[in-house]
């Protein structure tokens, strides 16, 4: 069955440290995405991706980087972390079809202290 | 920019009663409006989509409707049970974006026996 996986599923982090997530799909959809989810504000894009090799700016991208060196695979990056970006991380995966069906993975819950 | 409302953070209701949610969106293009669904632990999942072309979408006995005038949707539900329980976000296909996801902050239902 296709699907959307990320790991770690938990990580805690120091303030200054760097932070990689990882996401992986066999859903073999174009475009990749990753948002945070937090109490108040739902879940909110910080950039995502048309296919391997292009990254794209989403609406909170300050502190955080992403690549895509495949089809398959998304990674989001927090060079410097900040305890501001303690969140639940959602990365998704989907195509260009009218509906724009997003397949999530079950999240990473990063503290950062 | 485009955006989505969605300002009940919590619903309580016993088995049997009526659920209803409503989000209200701003776009200047053609919207195409969806309903996740998150349970504890897991990431959002596609729970209906709603185009202008049906104006309701009806899915494991949610209805979605939607109504242009008001720029409103909304979701319902005649008969909950205990298993409805979930965060459900109303959501907006940004098509300017990769047609990544404008998500309302959710509405918690909890649903008691």
């Known amino acids: 069955e296709a699907a959307v996986t990320q790991s770690p599923r938990n990580k805690v982090a120091v303030t200054g440290g760097k932070v990689t997530l990882s996401c992986n799909q066999t859903n073999n959809h174009n475009n990749m995405y990753w948002y945070r989810q937090d109490t108040g504000h739902g879940l909110r894009l910080i950039h995502y991706?048309?296919?391997?090799?292009?990254?794209e700016k989403g609406d909170i991208p300050d502190g955080y980087k992403a690549s895509r060196p495949s089809q398959e695979n998304f990674s989001l990056i927090l060079e410097l972390a900040t305890p501001s970006q303690t969140s639940v991380y959602f990365c998704a995966s989907g195509d260009w079809g009218v509906y724009a069906e997003q397949f999530f993975g079950p999240g990473t819950r990063l503290t950062v202290l | 920019g485009d955006s989505v409302t969605q300002k009940q953070g919590q619903v309580t209701l016993s088995e049997d009663d009526f659920l209803f949610i409503n989000c209200t969106y701003s776009t200047t293009t053609y919207p195409t409006l969806l309903w996740y669904v998150q349970y504890p632990g897991q990431g959002p999942q596609l729970l209906l989509k709603v185009t202008t072309a049906n104006n309701k979408g009806i899915s494991r006995g949610f209805e979605a409707t939607y109504d242009k005038g008001t720029t409103s949707f909304h979701l319902q539900k005649a008969s909950v049970q205990e298993s409805d329980s979930a965060v459900y976000f109303c959501a907006l296909v940004d098509v300017q974006g990769g047609r990544a996801l404008i998500f309302g902050t959710g509405t918690t239902v909890s649903v008691s026996p």
């Open positions: 991706s048309y296919g391997a090799g292009s990254t």
